[in-house]
Nanobody, 124 residues
């Protein structure tokens, strides 16, 4: 099973940018479909973005489409989430997750390895 560690969270003003990193160990991240999820206070965890193991195709939640970009660096065994034009409603704990599906998935049940999360706070 792959181990995942997120970093890069922090406090940013609305309109700003952050880049989250998800460093994988134990397995090569390109063997997994890897996604980002987030959980805001008092809300359920929700899907944000995913990059497929095969071909690297990507898929985004409508709420972040055009603002967030998921990418993967196979040499560094790391997946990134570039977040631009951040809004206060993007405030949440962001989690990286990996699953064995070869195609992009958005359901939590499709992912069996999770990181500990990193806090992103966007001030208005």
């Amino acid at each position: 099973q792959v181990q995942l560690v997120e970093s890069g969270g922090g406090l940013v003003q609305a309109g700003g940018s952050l880049r989250l990193s998800c460093a994988a160990s134990g397995r090569t991240v390109r063997s997994y479909t890897t996604g980002w999820f987030r959980q805001a206070p008092g809300k359920d965890r929700e899907f944000v973005a995913v990059i497929a193991a095969i071909g690297g195709s990507t898929y985004y939640a409508d709420s972040v489409k055009g603002r967030f970009t998921i990418s993967r660096d196979n040499d560094k065994n790391t997946v990134y989430l570039q977040m631009n034009s951040l809004k206060p409603e993007d405030t949440a704990v962001y989690y990286c997750a990996a699953g064995r599906s070869l195609l992009p998935r958005s359901a939590e049940a499709d992912f069996d390895s999770w990181g500990q999360g990193t806090q992103v706070t966007v001030s208005s």
